[in-house]
T-cell receptor, first 110, second 114 residues
Framework: QQPVQSPQAVILREGEDAVINCSSS?????VHWYRQKHGEAPVFLMI?????EQKGHEKISASFNEKKQQSSLYLTASQLSYSGTYFC???????????FGKGTRLSVIA | EPEVTQTPSHQVTQMGQEVILRCVPI?????FYWYRQILGQKVEFLVS????????KSEIFDDQFSVERPDGSNFTLKIRSTKLEDSAMYFC????????????FGNGTRLTVT
């Protein structure tokens, strides 16, 4: 079951914040976040496991609300290097392959 | 840092031809995957492989597709008779475990079917 990401695209000025959401219609075991730059492979950012934890990675952090079956990725004080497409990947049981959302294209401009 | 390597980086083939895409996963990883991404679209799951057999496959992975681990290091995806709609970027990935372990992606093979 493919997760739903929103927004589809966002444009930020350097230093602005953004939130990307990922939701599922089924219970989630884990949510993964990846960033893909144009012409490159997706690169792992972080995993969140059921339990409602929040994780941080420099100025990028994420939360996981197990009850609402959704995760949010927070990008604060954005930098030009944050530009790319962000994908969430979800695993419903801990033993199934990741299914990715359609992605959120983030553009950071000077 | 160890990485997943894929060859070739770009493959052009004619419709109906067979292609083999190659991948060398990270050496201590146990799970291997193929995903594909049609230009500008989402990353779609094709197949996962564990303990020398397919563990899951999607409906995209029909009889035209097969995977193999012919030796201790390589992991291959074969498309028997390519179609125009098989044109895409094919990513190999590997992980140590399932569920709570990140996927490490290779740089992909861009397949163009003419």
């Amino acid at each position: 079951q493919q997760p739903v990401q929103s927004p589809q695209a966002v444009i930020l000025r350097e230093g602005e914040d953004a939130v990307i959401n990922c939701s599922s219609s089924k219970a989630l075991y884990s949510v993964h976040w990846y960033r893909q730059k144009h012409g490159e492979a997706p690169v792992f950012l972080m995993i969140l496991l059921k339990g409602g934890e929040q994780k941080g990675h420099e100025k990028i952090s994420a939360s996981f609300n197990e009850k609402k079956q959704q995760s949010s990725l927070y990008l604060t004080a954005s930098q030009l290097s944050y530009s790319g497409t962000y994908f969430c990947g979800t695993d419903n049981s801990g033993n199934t392959p990741l299914v990715f959302g359609k992605g959120t294209r983030l553009s950071v401009i000077a | 840092e160890p990485e997943v390597t894929q060859t070739p980086s770009h493959q052009v083939t004619q419709m109906g031809q067979e292609v083999i895409l190659r991948c060398v996963p990270i050496s201590n990883h146990l799970y291997f995957y193929w995903y594909r991404q049609i230009l500008g679209q989402k990353v779609e799951f094709l197949v996962s492989f564990y303990n020398n057999e397919i563990s899951e496959k999607s409906e995209i992975f029909d009889d035209q597709f097969s995977v193999e681990r012919p030796d201790g290091s390589n992991f291959t995806l074969k498309i028997r008779s390519t179609k125009l709609e098989d044109s895409a970027m094919y990513f190999c990935a590997s992980s140590e475990r399932r569920g709570n372990s990140p996927l490490h992606f290779g740089n992909g093979t861009r397949l163009t079917v003419t």
